[in-house]
């Protein structure tokens, strides 16, 4: 299974690196005024799927004082790790894809589901499980609802469900951009020539000027950077993942069929956004560079 290649690709800096950066302090940062804003103080019960290290959301955890703390990864490997670490600590850790929480009898007031989704969309939106190929949009979004429409009927009502991702633009054209730098125009060029998750359409007019759709655009920022720092690591890994697949209006109509309102922070960290300033500079199709990241709560409606 391709799945299971791209957990063993994951070495312990990939780890190190999801929870030491600046994009884990601004998702922490904005996830915290959603919380505090939009949920009631009485957080009793909170699960974390795609756990990972599940660093937030022990932070979140101690801060709540929830008595009930469940953290559960389809990796098995990272699981026992974490389980040997946290040793004595009042938190459960349990083996399983996200796909199984429906056999599940509990119910959470808040779920994390943290830079996971894209891996949803990313394995189960590939036509065959074995081989890396593209990913196909509409397969992977119907994963996608499918999965948060089985984490939401483990929700209480009033309580909520928070994600955080990459998140596409909502313009769908053609966008023309100049690369600042050599070392920008060799990671794009190394970008476009490996990736195997998407064959992007891409039009040269100068050396140094590329033409591409919007949604394509956004996937290149969230990548390129890998390449262009040396972090080949982090590229195995990343190389089979597409990281957005929804823009803002699309999950505030997935949410509010599946009886949630949606409270959504758009942006991009001043450290990522600094980068992309530097290497590119936007031409025509976006008035800037598009937002990078969304942190969400939905909170389910009562009743
Ligand atoms: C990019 S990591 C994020 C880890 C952590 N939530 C964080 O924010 O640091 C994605 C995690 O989701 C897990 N994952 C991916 N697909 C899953 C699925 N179908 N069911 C359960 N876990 C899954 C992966 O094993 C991995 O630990």
């Not at 125009?185 to 998750?197: G, I, K």
């Not at 064959?199 to 759709?213: G, N, S, T, Y």
């Not at 590229?235 to 209006?249: A, F, K, N, P």
């Not at 530097?278 to 800037?288: E, W």
Request: aromatic share 8%; proline share 4%.
């Amino acid at each position: 299974m391709l799945t299971d290649d791209h957990k063993t690709r994951k070495l312990t800096a990939y780890w190190d690196d999801l929870v030491g950066g600046d994009t884990s302090q601004y998702k922490e940062a904005v996830l915290d005024h959603l919380i505090t804003t939009y949920l009631p103080d009485c957080i009793e019960t909170i699960l974390d799927i795609g756990c990972g290290t599940s660093d937030i959301a022990f932070k979140h955890r101690d801060r709540l004082k929830a008595s009930k703390f469940v953290c559960a990864d389809y990796d098995a490997a990272i699981v026992e790790r974490m389980k040997a670490e946290h040793a004595g600590q009042n938190v459960e850790w349990r083996v399983g894809d996200i796909f199984v929480i429906d056999q599940w009898e509990d119910r959470f007031d808040l779920v994390f589901l943290l830079d996971m989704i894209h891996e949803i969309y990313s394995f189960y939106g590939r036509v065959s499980r074995d081989a890396p190929g593209e990913i196909d949009h509409e397969r992977g979004s119907k994963a996608v609802r499918d999965a948060l429409a089985s984490v939401a009927r483990i929700v209480r009502p009033g309580g909520g469900i928070a994600i955080t991702d990459n998140v596409l633009t909502a313009e769908t054209g053609p966008v023309t951009v100049r690369m600042r730098t050599p070392q920008t125009r060799a990671a794009v060029e190394r970008f476009l020539s490996e990736y195997p998750s998407r064959r992007m359409k891409v039009e040269r007019p100068q050396d140094d000027v590329i033409v591409l759709a919007a949604h394509d655009f956004c996937i290149l920022l969230t990548q390129y950077n890998k390449i262009k720092t040396g972090q080949e690591h982090r590229w195995r890994v990343e190389q089979l993942e597409i990281h957005q697949y929804l823009d803002e209006e699309g999950y505030r109509r997935l949410f509010d069929e599946l009886g949630f309102d949606l409270h959504c922070v758009i942006g991009t960290p001043k450290p990522a956004l600094d980068e992309w300033r530097s290497d590119f500079d936007v031409l025509a199709g976006l008035p800037d560079l598009p937002p990078k990241r969304v942190t969400l709560l939905a909170t389910k409606r009562l009743g």
